[in-house]
C-alpha cells in the first residue's frame, strides 16, 4: 500500500521552494535591479489560469484604444468594429477609376517620400533610377500576354507606388487599407468567413515559410513538451515546405501518393505521432496539376486535433473560376472546416507583378503566432507581419488594383479561355502515340507521361525546335502550366509535339548535356542527398563562373 506523505516532509519541501523562490529573487535584484524581479513576476504569472487571460486581455484592450490614435481616428469611433469585408467585384472596375482613386487616396494619406519630411523607411535619389526600374518592369510585362491595355496599367501603378515600403504600417495609410482589402477579396472567392484574416508575401515560398513558422512557433506555446515537430505532406507538396523545414527545424515527413497523383489519406494518418504539428496538402500540386483529397484530409485533421495548411499557392486563382464555370472541382478552400490556412499566389494566375502572394489564417488564433515583434531595440519598437523588413509598396498596390480591375468576370472570362487551351493541349496529347497525361489534371497544367518514348529526349528535341520545356520525375515526364499567351501558338505545340514524338521512337537517346543529362543522372543514384551536394555545387557555378 502506498504511503502518504508526512506532514512534516511537506512542511520542509515548502518551506526549501519557498526559500529557493526568494534567493532567486534576490539575486535578479541584484543583477537587474527590481526592473528584472517585475518582469520575471510577469512572465510567470502569465502561466497562472486566469491571471494569464486577464493580462492578455488588457493588453488587448490597451491596443483596441491605441490603434486608432496612429491611424487618425478615435477609439470610441472604432472600438469593437472590424473592416468591412471587401468582395472581389462582380465585374471589373475602370482602369481611370482606379487609378484616381489610388491617387487621391496617396495624396490625401501617404507621406511623400521625396518631399523631404521623411528620416527613415524610404531611400531615394532626386533624380532617381526610376526610368531604369520602369524598363526593367516593362522587360517583366512583355512576357505576361496579357495585352497591352492591362501591361500599361499594371507598370502605371507599381510605378506610383515605387517608393514606397509598407514596413511601418502607419506611415502609408493607403498601402495598408490595399493589403487589407486584397487579403478580404482573396479570403471571399476562398470561401473564408469574416474571421479570416492574413497578410501579403513577397510569393509563395514566403507564404509557405509563414505558415510552418507559424505552426511551430504555435505548438511552441501550446504544447511545449514537443522539442521535435514534424510535419506530414505528400510528396508532391511544394519544395517550399522543405525549405521552411530546414529553415525552422521541423521535421518533414513525406507520404507517399496513389495511382491518381493524389495524397494517400490513410498513410498520412499513419504517419501521424505525437510531434506532428501540421498537415499540409495541394490545391493542386505543381507537377501533375492533380487536386489533393483535401475534404478527407480536412476530415482526419478534425478527427486528430491537427492544423492543416492548403497550398494553393498555384491554383487559388484559377480553381474558384473553373469551379463557376462547371468543371468538376474537388472542394479544396475554406469550405472545409479542418482548413485553417492557405495560400495563393496573385502573381500566378492573378496576373499581377512578381513577386505577390497571400496568406490566410482561419482566425486570429492562427495568424498571431506568424507576427515577430522586438520592443528592445534602441533604434525603436519593431514589428513585422513578414520574413521580409522592408517591403515595396508597389507590389501590393498592383495586386490590389489588378484584382479590382479584372473583378469576377475578367477572371472567369481568362480562365474559359485558358481552360479550353488546355483541354485541346490534353485531348490532342492523347492522341498522340506513345504519349500519356499523368493522373486526371484538375486545372490550367497537367504533366505529359510515356508509353514507350523516351521522355527526356522528347524534351531535347522540342527544345531544338524552341520550346522550353519542363522536366518533372519519379515519373519522368514533363509539366506544362498553360498560360493566356499558348491559346495562339497551342496547335503549332501539338504539331511539334507529334513530330518529335515520332522522331524520338527511332532515335531513343536522350542528350548527354544540359537538363536531361542531370534528370537521368538523379533517376540512377540511389543516395540523393548526392544529387543534393550537385545542385549546389551547380549553383555556385551559375554564380561565380558562368
Known amino acids: 500500500m502506498k504511503s502518504e506523505p508526512s506532514m512534516e516532509f511537506l512542511y520542509w519541501t515548502e518551506h526549501v521552494l519557498v526559500s529557493l523562490l526568494l534567493a532567486a529573487l534576490v539575486r535578479l535584484a541584484v543583477t537587474e535591479g527590481w526592473q528584472g524581479v517585475l518582469r520575471a513576476v510577469l512572465v510567470v504569472l502569465r502561466y497562472v489560469p486566469g491571471i494569464g487571460e486577464l493580462i492578455n486581455w488588457i493588453i488587448h484592450m490597451m491596443a483596441l484604444q491605441f490603434a486608432p490614435q496612429l491611424t487618425g481616428g478615435s477609439a470610441s469611433s472604432k472600438k469593437d468594429k472590424k473592416p468591412p ?4 467585384p462582380k465585374k471589373g472596375l475602370s482602369c481611370d477609376d482606379i487609378l484616381q482613386e489610388m491617387k487621391k487616396l496617396q495624396k490625401e494619406k501617404d507621406t511623400d517620400p521625396h518631399a523631404g519630411k521623411m528620416f527613415a523607411y524610404v531611400y531615394t535619389l532626386q533624380d532617381d533610377a526610376s526610368k531604369v526600374q520602369k524598363e526593367a518592369v516593362d522587360m517583366f ?40 482589402e486584397t487579403v478580404s477579396m482573396v479570403a471571399s472567392f476562398l470561401h473564408g468567413d469574416d474571421q479570416v484574416v492574413g497578410s501579403l508575401t513577397s510569393g509563395g515560398t514566403e507564404s509557405i515559410l509563414m505558415a510552418v513558422k507559424t505552426y511551430r512557433d504555435r505548438a511552441r506555446k501550446l504544447y511545449p513538451q514537443i522539442t521535435q515537430p514534424e510535419m506530414v505532406a505528400p510528396i508532391t507538396i511544394h ?17 507517399p501518393v496513389g495511382p491518381d497523383f493524389r495524397a494517400d489519406v490513410t498513410a498520412m494518418e499513419q504517419a501521424i505521432t505525437g510531434n506532428t504539428i501540421l498537415l499540409c496538402a495541394s490545391a493542386p500540386q505543381y ?28 491554383g487559388g486563382f484559377m480553381l474558384p473560376w473553373i469551379e463557376k464555370l462547371g468543371y468538376p472541382v474537388p472542394t479544396f478552400d475554406f469550405r472545409n472546416p479542418g482548413v485553417t490556412s492557405m495560400s495563393a499566389d496573385i502573381h500566378k494566375y492573378g496576373y499581377s507583378v512578381k513577386g505577390a502572394s497571400v496568406i490566410l489564417y482561419k482566425s486570429t488564433d492562427y495568424w498571431r503566432y506568424q507576427l515577430f515583434s522586438y ?26 488594383a489588378v484584382m479590382k480591375a479584372l473583378g469576377e468576370d475578367g477572371y472567369m472570362k481568362t480562365a474559359k479561355e485558358v481552360m479550353e487551351t488546355t483541354e485541346f493541349m490534353i485531348n490532342s496529347i492523347r492522341n498522340i502515340p506513345g504519349l ?7 486545372m490550367t497544367a497537367f504533366a505529359i507521361g510515356s508509353r514507350g518514348i523516351n521522355i527526356l529526349a522528347l524534351a531535347d528535341e522540342m527544345e531544338s525546335k524552341g520550346w522550353r520545356m519542363e522536366r518533372i520525375q519519379d515519373p519522368n515526364g514533363l509539366h506544362c502550366s498553360v498560360m493566356p499567351s499558348h491559346t495562339k501558338v497551342r496547335q503549332k505545340f501539338v504539331e511539334d509535339l507529334r513530330t518529335a514524338a515520332e522522331y524520338v521512337k527511332i532515335h531513343k537517346k536522350a542528350s548527354e548535356e544540359g537538363a536531361s543529362m542531370a534528370y537521368g543522372l538523379a533517376g540512377k543514384v540511389p543516395d540523393k542527398s548526392l544529387v543534393d551536394d550537385f545542385i549546389k555545387e551547380l549553383y555556385m557555378e551559375f554564380y561565380t563562373k558562368c
Open 375 to 400: 520592443s528592445g531595440w534602441p533604434g525603436g519598437i519593431f514589428g513585422s507581419c513578414s520574413m521580409a523588413g522592408s517591403r515595396p509598396g508597389g507590389n501590393i498596390a498592383a495586386a490590389w
Open 287 to 314: 507537377p501533375h496539376g492533380v487536386v489533393d483529397p483535401i475534404s478527407d484530409i480536412s476530415a482526419m485533421a478534425l478527427r486528430r486535433k491537427l492544423p492543416l495548411h492548403v497550398d494553393a499557392c498555384f
Open 239 to 255: 519544395p517550399a515546405f522543405e525549405k521552411a523545414a530546414s529553415y525552422f527545424c521541423v521535421k518533414m515527413v513525406h507520404v
Open 85 to 88: 469585408r471587401v468582395a472581389l
Open 436 to 442: 500519356c497525361i499523368l493522373g486526371e489534371p484538375h
Open 141 to 180: 510585362m512583355e512576357q505576361t500576354g496579357l495585352g497591352d491595355h492591362h501591361d500599361r496599367f499594371v507598370r502605371e501603378v507599381f510605378q506610383s507606388f515605387i517608393h514606397t515600403n509598407v514596413l511601418n504600417p502607419f506611415v502609408f495609410p493607403a498601402l495598408r487599407r490595399f493589403e487589407i
